[in-house]
């Protein structure tokens, strides 16, 4: 049974940092896209950032240059450091692998139905 389980999450003051990590069992995803999305009260789920098989990454504007996400496929892990984080961050964030399918998934990473399994989340809340 495939799992992915986050952690690392809580509370901190803008301006600070955390580091999420989501850890996969179940199957390794060596040779699949991963992501992490968020969910924050009263809105949908958005896209925040997602790493290539290959190490390719690509960012949502409003975290770009704040945000890296990493992986360690050995671990079968895909991390999220958060830096300088904004009230406006605050979230739900989830972890997500993308679906096989070539080039048709990796052109719409950034959609929630790319994607097929899902870890339960995190939260991250930031005070101002």
């Known amino acids: 049974q495939v799992q992915l389980v986050e952690s690392g999450g809580g509370l901190v003051q803008a301006g600070n940092s955390l580091r999420l990590s989501c850890a996969a069992s179940?199957?390794?995803?060596?040779?699949?896209?991963m992501a992490w999305f968020r969910q924050a009260p009263g809105k949908e789920r958005e896209f925040v950032a997602s790493?290539?098989?290959?190490?390719?990454?690509y960012y949502v504007d409003s975290v770009k240059g704040r945000f890296t996400i990493s992986r360690d496929n050995a671990k079968n892990t895909v991390d999220l450091q958060m830096n300088s984080l904004k009230p406006e961050d605050t979230a739900v964030y989830y972890c997500?692998?993308?679906?096989?399918?070539?080039?048709?998934?990796?052109?719409?990473?950034?959609?929630?139905?790319?994607?097929?399994?899902w870890g339960q989340g995190t939260q991250v809340t930031v005070s101002s």
């Open positions: 997500a692998v993308l679906r096989e399918g070539g080039s048709y998934y990796f052109t719409r990473r950034t959609e929630e139905a790319s994607y097929d399994y």
């Open positions: 179940g199957r390794t995803f060596s040779s699949r896209d």
């Open positions: 790493i290539a098989w290959i190490g390719l990454t």
